[in-house]
């Protein structure tokens, strides 16, 4: 873990504000899909991270940012195509069994994104069969300027992605 001085909203909103450059190179390569895949992901998290709190009477986290960055992760991974439906039953799943259930943001038993991702793909496999694309595809060089804003911000080393790489190739 990088420790830093900066607040976790902080760090959170400027991971998000980094992942600009995919975003909108995903919008002008896959263009009007994109952003519905993208308003439906952060609408329908953004909602059942409201609706959890309001339910269980917990303050609001909704400004942290979490939750909107989680969505456009799990967007990446989602075909242009893919049903709304499809989207809203993932998300769910990341936000409100995962995230929230065991106690918010860091508290997870499992990646919340990923695991709304898995959950998506085991329920409709047929779907993601016939799929070669997904959002964060159309460009290598725009992950590694997202990359780079991280690194010039301090929220990641480049010593972490280079070892990560390492420990699965061995």
Known sequence: HLHSRQLTSKILWGTTAALAPLIIGSVVFFGWNALRVYSAAIGSGLLFEYLFELITGQRSRIHDGSTVLMSILFSFLMPPNV???????????????????????????????????????????????????????????????????????????????????????S
């Open 83 to 169: 049903p709304i439906q499809f989207i809203v039953f993932g998300i769910f799943v990341a936000i409100v069994l995962v995230k929230e259930l065991f106690g918010g943001l860091g508290q997870n038993l499992f990646h919340p994104v990923l695991t709304g991702y898995a959950s998506v793909l085991v329920l409709f496999p047929q779907f993601f069969r016939s799929q070669s694309q997904m959002l964060a595809t159309p460009s290598v060089i725009l992950i590694l300027i997202c990359g780079l804003f991280l690194m010039f911000k301090k929220w990641t080393r480049w010593e972490l992605s280079f070892h990560s790489l390492r420990s699965r190739s």
